[in-house]
């Protein structure tokens, strides 16, 4: 029995390489990538974006955290092929942008870091939370960051900066 023309079903091979467009901390980017590739390794290594950390790569520490089309994304976790056509911000964009500038100051008065390796992920994270809350309570900030693991300052100076930051924000905005 010939089964020549039943359908194969697709396979990858194994250094197949694969173009992805997307947006990049607001300019466009393109890459040729292993199918198989994560994101923090492209943006690490073709971009030389190293600001986005690698610390635990099984998607616990937080280390590596992204915002793909506004949402926080563990960026060792998602295959970069899945970046193609998104809009992709990493902390060098939040940075250079200038919309963490206050919340990376109120890290430095709170000594909310230490070793800063964990600090990338953790300012994503405090970002997207500021953005969909303007008045997060202390718990919600705690359950906020409790997927990033931080080893050096414990969590009390990060939640008071966070904290701070939404009160000061705020407080620009009513004396509006």
Do not use: W
């Not at 030389?48 to 960026?75: K, M, N, P, Q, S």
């Not at 705690?142 to 924000?169: F, K, L, P, Q």
């Amino acid at each position: 029995m010939d089964n020549s023309s039943a359908a194969e079903p697709a396979c990858v091979e194994a250094g197949a390489i694969t173009e992805i467009a997307f947006t990049l901390n607001g300019a466009a980017a393109r890459a040729q990538i292993a199918p198989r590739q994560h994101m923090v390794d492209v943006l690490r290594q073709v971009f030389g974006l190293t600001g986005t950390h690698l610390g635990c790569e099984h998607g616990v520490c937080g280390a590596c955290h992204i915002l793909v089309d506004g949402h926080v994304v563990r960026g060792c976790l998602m295959l970069a092929i899945q970046a193609n056509g998104a809009e992709v911000v990493t902390i060098e964009g939040l940075n250079a942008s200038g919309a963490i500038a206050d919340l990376q100051e109120a890290f430095v008065r709170r000594n909310a870091l230490q070793c800063g390796f964990c600090t990338p992920g953790m300012l994503m994270t405090a970002h997207a939370l500021l953005q969909r809350d303007c008045a997060p309570q202390r718990a919600h900030i705690r359950e906020t960051i409790s997927g990033n693991i931080c080893r050096c300052t414990g969590y009390h100076a990060i939640v008071d900066a966070i904290e701070a930051t939404a009160r000061e924000r705020r407080e620009a905005r009513d004396a509006k």
